[in-house]
């Protein structure tokens, strides 16, 4: 059975600083792996998708993530935070077209 | 570019009632999906539809929940009989696997209060 596992339910940086937000998977075969993040009182929006081909992945709004097989690992990247960057993110993990498992969210709050 | 569209945004419906969420999904996609999400909690899967039929459904999708695609584009959640536990934002999804692979958009949600 697949599963995510978001470490820390709360982030705070600073403005400026690097963000990082911590997601690992559990999969039997090679997952499809997401990022969403959520404002407050909206809906969910995609930030960056790993599917096949580089492990790297950038998304919008200056993030990215790498995925590592040998971690098990898909975790969120920003190098400067920015004070609209404060959300909730979700990591979400599936097989092709299969139901979305999401992970339990990580709030970042941003600092100035 | 392609959206998901959920209406009501918000609903609000006493103990007991029946409500329909609406759902228009991006055309050319096949995979369609409901989740929700309790406030403060996190988002939850309640059933994959695919081929005018339920591929999947967890336990949280029981006989008081059911879904339908009844003019090749609505898929409606309906709720029989509503308690306030059902109180939350609902999500619909749907899924298509274009050039740059597996995509799934969110509809923007409906936040449902149960009174």
């Known amino acids: 059975a697949q599963s995510v596992t978001q470490l820390g339910s709360h982030v705070s940086v600073s403005e400026g600083a690097l963000v990082l937000l911590r997601c690992n998977y559990s999969?039997?075969?090679?997952?499809?792996l997401f990022w969403y993040v959520q404002y407050p009182n909206q809906g969910l929006q995609l930030l960056l998708k790993?599917?096949?081909?580089?492990?790297l992945v950038k998304g919008i709004n200056g993030f990215e993530a790498e995925f590592k097989k040998s971690e098990t690992s898909f975790h969120l990247t920003k190098p400067s935070a920015h004070m609209s960057d404060a959300a909730e993110y979700f990591c979400?993990?599936?097989?092709?077209?299969?139901?979305?498992?999401f992970g339990t969210g990580t709030r970042l709050q941003v600092f100035p | 570019e392609p959206e998901v569209t959920q209406t009501p945004s918000h609903q609000v419906t006493q103990m007991g009632q029946e409500v329909i969420l609406r759902c228009v999904p991006i055309?050319?996609?096949?995979?369609f999906y409901w989740y929700r999400q309790i406030l403060g909690q996190k988002v939850e899967f309640l059933v994959s539809?695919?081929?005018?039929?339920?591929?999947?459904k967890s336990e949280i999708f029981d006989d008081q929940f059911s879904v339908e695609r009844p003019d090749g584009s609505n898929f409606t959640l309906k709720i029989r009989s509503t308690k306030l536990e059902d109180s939350a934002m609902y999500f619909c999804?749907?899924?298509?696997?274009?050039?740059?692979?597996?995509?799934?958009?969110f509809g923007s949600g409906t936040r449902l209060t149960v009174v």
């Open positions: 999804a749907s899924s298509g696997k274009g050039e740059e692979g597996y995509g799934y958009t």
């Open positions: 055309s050319n996609h096949l995979y």
């Open positions: 999969s039997s075969v090679p997952p499809y």
């Open positions: 790993y599917t096949t081909g580089a492990t």
């Open positions: 979400a993990v599936t097989l092709n077209t299969d139901k979305l498992i």
């Open positions: 539809f695919y081929n005018n039929e339920i591929s999947e």
